[in-house]
């Protein structure tokens, strides 16, 4: 099943051991993300590494593992769609990740309920994920 993954969830999945964690790694899901989510991941480290109680050093460990599964599309790859992403999306920010949905036609994993504010792209956050498990 392909999903189109945002940074919260794999901010989540960094966090905590979670379900989060457990459903990135599930081979059931194709995922994807723009790539520019390296960088926000990474503007938020520190951060991240605190809540964690992790040094940087595993936890960018443990961040490369995971982006290994999430296959990143270079901007040139979805541009045609961010008119039509620029039209639906309810936060501006999250252009980019609609563009992607609109481009594979697959569904947006979030757990930004604001982003359900539309009815073009279907939006599943971690718990409805779980249940295609």
């Known amino acids: 099943m392909k999903l189109i993954v945002d940074a919260n969830i794999i901010i989540s999945s960094l966090i905590k051991d979670s379900k989060t964690a457990e459903l990135i790694i599930n081979p059931l899901f194709e995922l994807y993300s723009p790539k520019y989510l390296i960088e926000e991941i990474i503007k938020y480290g520190e951060e991240i590494a605190i809540k964690t109680k992790r040094d940087i050093k595993s936890l960018k460990e443990i961040f490369d593992a995971?982006?290994?599964?999430i296959n990143l599309i270079e901007f040139s790859n979805y541009e045609l769609f961010v008119y039509d992403a620029e039209k639906i999306s309810p936060d501006k920010k999250d252009v980019d990740y609609f563009a992607l949905a609109l481009?594979?036609?697959?569904?947006?994993?979030?757990?930004?309920?604001?982003?359900?504010?539309?009815?073009r792209v279907d939006i599943y956050s971690t718990e409805e994920v779980s249940k295609f498990v």
């Open 66 to 69: 995971i982006a290994s599964l």
């Open 103 to 119: 481009k594979f036609n697959c569904a947006i994993w979030t757990n930004d309920k604001k982003l359900k504010e539309q009815n």
